[in-house]
């Protein structure tokens, strides 16, 4: 291990002897062992390179380099402060709403008094001071720290975050809201939310995980949720990213799906400086239905990471992979998509299907969509397409009287609408809609600037298609 690499790990070790003498649930042998071996193995492996192939298109040196410090919780008149950007983001007609600040939980901006009978919701820190029994059985024994580093260091910081439980046969139909703020400081600042979703057999929730950083200063927030579908429940999880150009944003969706759950996973992602979106479902029970639908959109110097790994580990399971990215300026996209067949998992039905635009010649995607089977009765297919707005299509709209700006805006929104014609209609999918229009038209913009600053021989459409 050489001296960079020590003295980076000699921080988090640092801040991981403060942190577990004043943790929530210090108490607890099962959670203080979870941490202990989580930082354990996490300082073993350190952060991950890209000699790592999970990690091969993205380098965290950035993050690895930093000097951040574990954020502390705000004091109310700061907290106050950020109404105004709090409220912004409400979802109208969502049944309940919890707010965290820099992975503290905010009670101030949360309303949870309207949720129904047989519907739970609280934070996790206070879960853990008043009935940590309820947790034990599930808060880390899903999560792979052991393949992702993150993991491990988010399990190992781990104190605050959703606690949402849905029983038996219960319905849920507005959206739960999990708004997590990161505000940065006079030093660089992390967080590590961790959210715990249980949604019992024959239960049907939707929940919106959105995240925005606020002020232009450098954070970390290394997120981690564990999604737990009990037989039958029927469970939509939206995640929704707002960055700046400060923001560093790791993201981790593990989903454990039992007999005939139907889980969906809505990946909406606009911007941060080096944004890793990680979603890790397993179809552990016959019959389990799973679709991932994602967008990402980057631009100016932005990085935007989609690691995507469906395991079937059961039979007669079914999932669908779609991921549309739209990349402009010097923006970097990744898209590496891996579906596992183990051997037990016959009649195995999987999808895999990424189509990507760069609005400039210098922005990159690199895709990789990627197949292991192990069964011998399974249908697997993926591919990937790389292309350029259609010269045919915007001449098409031009000659009808419709501006080159808002041709522009309608082939891009066209483009993002297939996946959110995957949402269900409802506050969530109406919110979504939203924010990714109003980035759209932002990005309409600056492509056009960009565009008439290249040469007329410089512009070139074409497409790369690969199977």
């Known amino acids: 291990m050489n001296a960079i690499v020590q003295e980076q790990l000699g921080r988090y070790i640092s801040a991981f002897d403060d942190f577990r003498k004043i943790a929530a649930g210090t108490a607890l042998p099962w959670l203080t062992k979870l941490r202990e071996d989580a930082f354990a193995q996490f300082a073993e492996t350190g952060f991950p390179t890209p000699n790592v192939e999970d990690w091969r298109f993205t380098s965290v040196a950035p993050i690895a380099k930093t000097k951040f410090r574990l954020a502390e919780q705000l004091r109310t008149r700061e907290l106050l402060a950020l109404r105004d950007q709090v409220e912004s983001c409400r979802i109208p007609g969502a049944a309940a709403r919890m707010v965290f600040v820099n992975g503290h939980f905010a009670p101030e901006f949360s309303s949870l008094s309207c949720l129904p009978p047989g519907v739970f919701a609280v934070n996790l820190a206070t879960q853990i001071a008043e009935k940590p029994?309820?947790?034990?059985?599930?808060?880390?024994?899903?999560?792979?720290?052991?393949?992702?580093?993150?993991?491990?260091?988010?399990?190992?910081?781990?104190e605050d975050g959703a606690f949402l439980h849905i029983g038996r046969g219960r319905v849920l139909e507005a959206p739960v809201h999990l708004l997590l703020i990161s505000v940065g400081g006079d030093v660089p600042l992390m967080n590590h939310p961790r959210n715990l979703?249980?949604?019992?057999e024959g239960a049907e929730l939707t929940v919106v995980e959105e995240f925005l950083s606020l002020g232009d200063t450098t954070v970390f927030c290394n997120a981690a949720t564990e999604l737990v579908a009990g037989e039958g429940a029927v469970v939509s999880h939206y995640r929704i990213e707002q960055g700046n150009c400060g923001l560093f944003q790791i993201s981790t969706l593990r989903i454990q799906q039992d007999k005939s759950a139907n889980v969906s996973s809505h990946s909406v992602l606009l911007g941060g400086a080096l944004v890793r979106n990680n979603v890790h479902p397993v179809l552990a029970g016959e019959g389990g239905v799973c679709l991932i639908n994602g967008l990402f959109l980057?631009?100016?110097?932005?990085?935007?990471?989609?690691?995507?790994?469906?395991?079937?580990?059961?039979?007669?399971?079914?999932?669908?992979?779609?991921?549309?990215?739209?990349?402009?300026?010097?923006?970097?996209?990744?898209?590496?998509?891996?579906?596992?067949?183990?051997?037990?998992?016959?009649?195995?039905?999987?999808?895999?299907?990424?189509?990507?635009?760069?609005?400039?010649?210098?922005?990159q995607i690199d895709t990789k969509p990627q197949l292991e089977i192990f069964a011998d009765d399974?249908?697997?297919?993926?591919?990937?397409?790389?292309?350029?707005?259609?010269?045919?299509?915007?001449?098409?709209?031009?000659?009808?009287?419709?501006?080159?700006?808002?041709?522009?805006?309608?082939?891009?929104?066209?483009f993002a609408n297939e996946c959110l014609d995957r949402m269900k209609e409802g506050p969530a999918r109406a919110h979504a809609a939203e924010l990714i229009r109003a980035h759209i038209r932002r990005m309409a913009t600056t492509a056009k600037k960009y565009r008439e600053a290249q040469p007329e021989t410089e512009r070139v459409s074409h497409w790369e298609e690969f199977q």
């Open 133 to 158: 029994q309820h947790l034990e059985p599930h808060l880390g024994r899903y999560l792979k720290i052991k393949r992702d580093p993150f993991c491990a260091l988010n399990t190992a910081f781990m």
């Open 197 to 200: 979703v249980l949604a019992e």
């Open 298 to 363: 980057g631009r100016e110097r932005e990085h935007v990471d989609n690691y995507m790994l469906v395991e079937h580990a059961s039979a007669h399971c079914e999932s669908r992979q779609f991921y549309h990215g739209i990349l402009d300026d010097q923006a970097h996209g990744v898209f590496h998509g891996r579906i596992i067949v183990h051997k037990d998992a016959q009649k195995t039905d999987a999808k895999q299907t990424n189509r990507n635009l760069l609005l400039s010649d210098n922005a």
């Open 378 to 414: 399974v249908k697997c297919t993926h591919g990937a397409t790389i292309g350029q707005i259609e010269e045919n299509a915007l001449f098409y709209l031009r000659a009808r009287g419709i501006d080159e700006l808002s041709a522009r805006r309608l082939l891009l929104e066209a």
